[in-house]
């Protein structure tokens, strides 16, 4: 036991002492939700020994409209056992928003440990409608814009500023599949130069194919666990340091674009600048956004951003923010980095941001 | 190491079948709006935001707080969104309370909504899903077989329910913002209407009801100020718990949940409670069919099993009887039932009663109140505990 | 001074592709062929009808196949008066809780060929198949549940299921 890190956040560190994650694949057409779920919750309490009895709370996230049928996160508990009875929460949002609502509960000290999961698909349904209704339901979804579309209106206002090309989104898009060849889990790995994706075709300008993320069916699975538990748990708990996570106007109109002040504030709030950063993990489905969020979180260029591939290489809806605090963590537990930014979003455009820095000791 | 934390400002809108006039943001914005200056604050002075709501098909609108985070006043403030089935406004109560208690917030507003007429619930509630038997009845029909076991299990007999669902309608009377207002109500009135699911009758069941119910949740000194600035006592939660279990397995009792008495328990321990109907002035439980009033008794504890529709024929649960422990003098869900806000009306009117506000159907000296919300097959509870005095 | 605007059609059509999974695959082909096809939890070895894979109070993967009984008990019911979108059964109609023979969880199925006044808890019945030339891989090919002439099961013996 080496103590505990000076904490920007909260008062009792909690730290990420175990994280599962299925494989990632555009479309899983042999198991239900349960099904992928099971041996996903089965690694994560079995990579640190302890069952479902051990954890005092249990949360997840997922969202309805994937499966096209209310209450889908009530099937999924099944893959869990909740017997007896256990005190259990679901949020209609990416599993790190999940991980959030149960470290708050691990603030007060009444329990020690608890599990997140999250899962979701993208294959049942058309993904870009499904997440038209995302929009205001009056003056926006009618219209049925489409989540690609909405990002190149962001990609196209960033190269209008001057701050990014084309040639900066494909070198982007480059790294992460490069990087992803070393994660086994990634959906969408290669190794190819931003010269060669730069003569790839407009899917809608000016995003080419290599700057939109895969689509992917998959879920993730963390146990948290506070103090001493946490060492009890793990030899090298990343311990939250920092948490927080703030949403913007959902009026396209009304938000610069090009920025992501949410994810400043959050970066602010969650001590991000307070020391140097090792290894960030992003949440950046779109190439281009990877740069506003360097931008925004004020990431030195020597942090290593998303070494497992991030949201290009596998991008898990309702999971890809909750597998971004897992990738970072695996880089705290292996010695590999001290100090981890992870980043998760949700809504159109980097509507919403949660940045959560990670610390070994 | 937790927190004191109370409900310091409370707001909701009158229930309706339709509200045609406002739009989803129109209709949480008046919600949002009356609680934040119920405590005398502007929304600058909100540091979080957490919304409810049951399934998103109800109004058509995928995650819907996202286009919603302006009229919700929580542009670069920190907004979640709780989904917990029929128990979602107990549970984003509890939430945002959560983040008070754990001393990371002092004011967090909470609001859980539903805006039915926007789509069609009843479709929602059945969309056709393969592999699963095609015989859906809505939600009645899949708790009055539930209801049949408790009638036999206890030897109930067939009118309690029908008392119920009076005693509630003439609750709704006496509170504004009920959805059913029905002067004429009477036991013949409930036994003449339909028989919807035997032994389920028309009115024995809820509405559907468009409608938004919101609260902030202060600190300590949070609540110190709310006090010297609105004159209003905090209401202090003393206690809140969450249990769930499965929807379905073997030996699972569905009449009685074990998650239900779990919760009580773990709540009554926090709280302090050793005998709920002695120790509780008032409650406001989640009865959406006019049966579970006795069965929630029985599950929290306020007699024996098999003995909650005693108490309710006896009218111990009766406002205008004068019974000694006063069940959903709102009207309850039976009166009003926008969905995901169910639940929080539940611990609205808890706050409104220690507060001494509630008008007309006030308990007298109502010092500490007990809120419930259940969801799903009744696998999934919230619960809490406010009062007047600090814990 | 023009009407205000209450309301506005925003027509909208998802259209989804199923995975039932393995479990339910399976449960699937036993109807294709008129067969119940339970399931048993290797740890607590309760038989589960419908499973979607896993046992909801342990957690893990029901692997063992068991066929279970055509015939079952009514653990308990309700008559349905109100008409709903997609029905086409005759009003009122019987839903009730059946328990299969074999199995340790009931499910919710039709009850015909008994007046709606005679139901009642306990009632011993048998599932009715469509012809074998309609049987596919669905719970349609289950037309309903009707008595199969046993006396009624005592309390005892499903008192468990409610
Ligand atoms: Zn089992």
Same mark, same amino acid.
């Given at each position: 036991?080496?103590?505990?890190?000076?904490?920007?956040?909260?008062?009792?560190?909690?730290?990420?002492?175990?994280?599962?994650?299925?494989?990632?694949?555009?479309?899983?057409?042999?198991?239900?939700?349960?099904?992928?779920?099971?041996?996903?919750?089965?690694?994560?309490?079995?990579?640190?020994?302890?069952?479902?009895?051990?954890?005092?709370?249990?949360?997840?996230?997922?969202?309805?409209?994937?499966?096209?049928?209310?209450?889908?996160?009530?099937?999924?508990? &099944?893959?869990?056992?909740?017997?007896?009875?256990?005190?259990?929460?679901?949020?209609?949002?990416?599993?790190?928003?999940?991980?959030?609502?149960?470290?708050?509960?691990?603030?007060?000290?009444?329990?020690?440990?608890?599990?997140?999961?999250?899962?979701?698909?993208?294959?049942?349904?058309?993904?870009?409608?499904?997440?038209?209704?995302?929009?205001?339901?009056?003056?926006?979804?009618?219209?049925?814009?489409?989540?690609?579309?909405?990002?190149?209106?962001?990609?196209?206002?960033?190269?209008?500023?001057?701050?990014?090309?084309?040639?900066?989104?494909?070198?982007?898009?480059?790294?992460?599949?490069?990087?992803?060849?070393?994660?086994?889990?990634?959906?969408?790995?290669?190794?190819?130069?931003?010269?060669?994706?730069?003569?790839?075709?407009?899917?809608?300008?000016?995003?080419?194919?290599?700057?939109?993320?895969?689509?992917? &069916?998959?879920?993730?699975?963390?146990?948290?666990?506070?103090?001493?538990?946490?060492?009890?748990?793990?030899?090298?708990?990343?311990?939250?340091?920092?948490?927080?996570?703030?949403?913007?106007?959902?009026?396209?109109?009304?938000?610069?674009?090009?920025?992501?002040?949410?994810?400043?504030?959050?970066?602010?709030?969650?001590?991000?600048?307070?020391?140097?950063? &090792?290894?960030?993990?992003?949440?950046?489905?779109?190439?281009?956004?990877?740069?506003?969020?360097?931008?925004?979180?004020?990431?030195?260029?020597?942090?290593?951003?998303?070494?497992?591939?991030?949201?290009?290489?596998?991008?898990?809806?309702?999971?890809?923010?909750?597998?971004?605090?897992?990738?970072?963590?695996?880089?705290?537990?292996?010695?590999?980095?001290?100090?981890?930014?992870?980043?998760?979003?949700?809504?159109?455009?980097?509507?919403?941001?949660?940045?959560?820095?990670?610390?070994?000791? | 190491?937790?927190?004191?934390?109370?409900?310091?400002?409370?707001?909701?809108?009158?229930?309706?079948?339709?509200?045609?006039?406002?739009?989803?943001?129109?209709?949480?914005?008046?919600?949002? $709006?009356?609680?934040?200056?119920?405590?005398?604050?502007?929304?600058?002075?909100?540091?979080?935001? $957490?919304?409810?709501?049951?399934?998103?098909?109800?109004?058509?609108?995928?995650?819907?707080?996202?286009?919603?985070?302006?009229?919700?006043?929580?542009?670069?403030?920190?907004?979640?969104?709780?989904?917990?089935?029929?128990?979602?406004?107990?549970?984003?109560?509890?939430?945002?309370? =959560?983040?008070?208690?754990?001393?990371?917030?002092?004011?967090?507003?909470?609001?859980?909504?539903?805006?039915?007429?926007?789509?069609?619930?009843?479709?929602?509630?059945?969309?056709?899903?393969?592999?699963?038997?095609?015989?859906?009845?809505?939600?009645?029909?899949?708790?009055?077989?539930?209801?049949?076991?408790?009638?036999?299990?206890?030897?109930?007999?067939?009118?309690?329910?029908?008392?119920?669902?009076?005693?509630?309608?003439?609750?709704?009377?006496?509170?504004?913002?009920? =959805?059913?207002?029905?002067?004429?109500?009477?036991?013949?009135?409930?036994?003449?209407?339909?028989?919807?699911?035997?032994?389920? =009758?028309?009115?024995?069941?809820?509405?559907?009801?468009?409608?938004?119910?919101?609260?902030?949740?202060?600190?300590?000194?949070?609540?110190?100020?709310?006090?010297?600035?609105?004159?209003?006592?905090?209401?202090?939660?003393?206690?809140?718990?969450?249990?769930?279990?499965?929807?379905?397995?073997?030996?699972?009792?569905?009449?009685?949940?074990?998650?239900?008495?779990?919760?009580?328990?773990?709540?009554?321990?926090?709280?302090?409670?050793?005998?709920?109907?002695?120790?509780?002035?008032?409650?406001?439980?989640?009865?959406?069919?006019?049966?579970?009033?006795?069965?929630?008794?029985?599950?929290?504890?306020?007699?024996?099993?098999?003995?909650?529709?005693?108490?309710?024929?006896?009218?111990?649960?009766?406002?205008?009887?004068?019974?000694?422990?006063?069940?959903?003098?709102?009207?309850?869900?039976?009166?009003?039932?926008?969905?995901?806000?169910?639940?929080?009306?539940?611990?609205?009117?808890?706050?409104?009663?220690?507060?001494?506000?509630?008008?007309?159907?006030?308990?007298?000296?109502?010092?500490?109140?007990?809120?419930?919300?259940?969801?799903?097959?009744?696998?999934?509870?919230?619960?809490?505990?406010?009062?007047?005095?600090?814990? | 001074?023009?009407?205000?605007?209450?309301?506005?059609?925003?027509?909208?059509?998802?259209?989804?592709?199923?995975?039932?999974?393995?479990? !339910?695959?399976?449960?699937?082909?036993?109807?294709?062929?008129?067969?119940?096809?339970?399931?048993?939890?290797?740890?607590?070895?309760?038989?589960?009808?419908?499973?979607?894979?896993?046992?909801?109070?342990?957690?893990?993967?029901?692997?063992?196949?068991? @066929?279970?009984?055509?015939?079952?008990?009514?653990?308990?019911?309700?008559?349905?008066?109100?008409?709903?979108?997609? !029905?086409?059964?005759?009003?009122?109609?019987?839903?009730?809780?059946?328990?299969?023979?074999?199995?340790?969880?009931?499910?919710?199925?039709?009850?015909?060929?008994?007046?709606?006044? @005679?139901?009642?808890?306990?009632?011993?019945? @048998?599932?009715?198949?469509?012809?074998?030339?309609?049987?596919?891989?669905?719970?349609?090919?289950?037309?309903?549940?009707?008595?199969?002439?046993?006396?009624?099961?005592?309390?005892?013996?499903?008192?468990?299921?409610?």
């Amino acid at each position: 036991m080496s103590g505990f890190p000076a904490l920007t956040s909260g008062h009792r560190p909690v730290g990420v002492v175990s994280f599962a994650q299925h494989d990632n694949v555009r479309r899983d057409g042999e198991h239900n939700d349960v099904e992928m779920l099971l041996p996903v919750i089965a690694e994560v309490f079995g990579n640190v020994g302890i069952t479902k009895d051990d954890v005092g709370f249990i949360c997840s996230g997922s969202t309805d409209y994937l499966v096209g049928g209310p209450f889908s996160f009530v099937g999924a508990l &099944d893959a869990v056992g909740v017997w007896p009875p256990r005190a259990e929460s679901h949020v209609e949002m990416d599993g790190a928003w999940a991980l959030y609502e149960a470290w708050v509960l691990l603030q007060e000290g009444e329990i020690d440990s608890a599990l997140v999961y999250s899962f979701g698909r993208s294959s049942p349904g058309n993904l870009s409608e499904i997440l038209a209704l995302q929009l205001d339901p009056y003056y926006m979804a009618p219209l049925w814009p489409d989540p690609c579309s909405l990002a190149a209106l962001q990609a196209q206002a960033l190269i209008d500023t001057g701050r990014a090309s084309e040639a900066d989104f494909a070198a982007v898009a480059a790294r992460a599949r490069r990087s992803a060849l070393g994660n086994p889990k990634a959906q969408l790995a290669y190794d190819r130069s931003p010269e060669e994706l730069l003569r790839e075709d407009y899917e809608v300008a000016p995003l080419r194919r290599h700057a939109l993320p895969p689509l992917t &069916d998959g879920c993730a699975a963390i146990v948290l666990a506070a103090g001493d538990r946490a060492y009890e748990l793990c030899e090298r708990p990343a311990f939250i340091t920092g948490i927080d996570h703030r949403v913007e106007t959902h009026a396209l109109g009304a938000r610069d674009l090009t920025r992501s002040a949410s994810t400043t504030l959050a970066g602010q709030k969650a001590g991000v600048g307070k020391a140097g950063v &090792d290894v960030a993990e992003l949440h950046a489905p779109f190439a281009h956004q990877e740069l506003i969020l360097v931008d925004a979180l004020g990431l030195a260029d020597d942090v290593e951003v998303s070494p497992s591939g991030g949201a290009l290489a596998a991008n898990p809806i309702m999971s890809a923010g909750l597998i971004r605090i897992g990738e970072a963590s695996t880089r705290i537990w292996s010695g590999l980095a001290d100090r981890a930014v992870a980043h998760a979003t949700s809504g159109p455009c980097l509507q919403q941001n949660l940045v959560c820095v990670l610390e070994g000791v | 190491m937790s927190e004191r934390c109370a409900v310091i400002g409370i707001g909701q809108t009158v229930a309706k079948s339709k509200r045609e006039d406002v739009s989803i943001a129109g209709l949480v914005r008046e919600a949002v $709006v009356m609680a934040v200056e119920d405590a005398g604050l502007t929304f600058a002075d909100i540091d979080a935001v $957490v919304v409810g709501k049951a399934p998103d098909m109800f109004e058509g609108v995928m995650m819907p707080e996202l286009y919603l985070a302006g009229a919700l006043g929580a542009v670069g403030k920190p907004m979640m969104r709780v989904h917990t089935a029929g128990s979602v406004g107990g549970s984003t109560a509890i939430v945002a309370s =959560h983040l008070v208690a754990s001393g990371i917030h002092d004011r967090v507003l909470t609001v859980a909504f539903e805006k039915q007429s926007d789509s069609d619930a009843m479709w929602a509630l059945s969309v056709p899903q393969p592999f699963s038997s095609p015989l859906l009845a809505g939600a009645g029909g899949y708790f009055a077989p539930i209801i049949r076991a408790y009638m036999h299990r206890s030897g109930a007999p067939r009118d309690v329910g029908m008392k119920v669902a009076v005693k509630d309608r003439l609750h709704a009377l006496k509170n504004p913002y009920a =959805h059913l207002h029905l002067p004429d109500i009477s036991l013949q009135m409930v036994e003449d209407s339909i028989m919807l699911w035997d032994p389920l =009758h028309y009115l024995e069941s809820c509405p559907s009801s468009d409608g938004a119910a919101a609260m902030v949740i202060g600190s300590e000194r949070a609540a110190a100020q709310a006090e010297t600035d609105t004159g209003r006592r905090p209401a202090w939660i003393h206690g809140m718990a969450m249990r769930s279990e499965p929807t379905m397995f073997a030996g699972r009792d569905q009449v009685n949940p074990q998650a239900g008495r779990d919760c009580a328990a773990d709540l009554y321990r926090q709280a302090g409670i050793s005998d709920p109907r002695a120790d509780f002035d008032m409650a406001e439980v989640y009865v959406p069919f006019s049966w579970y009033e006795p069965m929630w008794l029985e599950n929290l504890g306020f007699c024996a099993e098999g003995d909650g529709w005693k108490l309710t024929e006896a009218g111990a649960t009766s406002l205008i009887d004068g019974g000694d422990i006063p069940w959903n003098c709102s009207g309850g869900v039976l009166s009003s039932n926008p969905i995901g806000a169910s639940g929080m009306l539940r611990f609205l009117e808890t706050a409104l009663q220690i507060r001494g506000e509630a008008g007309e159907h006030q308990v007298p000296d109502a010092r500490r109140a007990l809120g419930q919300a259940y969801g799903g097959g009744s696998q999934f509870f919230s619960m809490w505990v406010v009062a007047v005095d600090k814990p | 001074m023009s009407e205000p605007v209450t309301m506005m059609a925003a027509p909208m059509r998802l259209d989804y592709v199923f995975t039932p999974g393995v479990a !339910q695959g399976k449960n699937m082909h036993g109807l294709e062929r008129g067969v119940f096809i339970g399931q048993r939890c290797p740890k607590c070895k309760k038989v589960y009808t419908l499973s979607r894979g896993s046992c909801p109070t342990d957690g893990v993967p029901t692997d063992e196949i068991v @066929e279970l009984s055509n015939t079952g008990t009514v653990t308990t019911y309700c008559v349905v008066n109100v008409p709903f979108a997609g !029905q086409s059964i005759e009003l009122p109609y019987i839903c009730a809780q059946i328990l299969l023979d074999g199995a340790n969880l009931s499910f919710m199925g039709l009850i015909q060929e008994i007046p709606a006044g @005679e139901i009642r808890m306990g009632l011993r019945v @048998e599932a009715v198949w469509v012809p074998p030339d309609e049987l596919g891989p669905t719970m349609a090919s289950v037309k309903y549940f009707r008595p199969n002439g046993e006396p009624d099961a005592a309390f005892e013996t499903y008192k468990e299921y409610l």
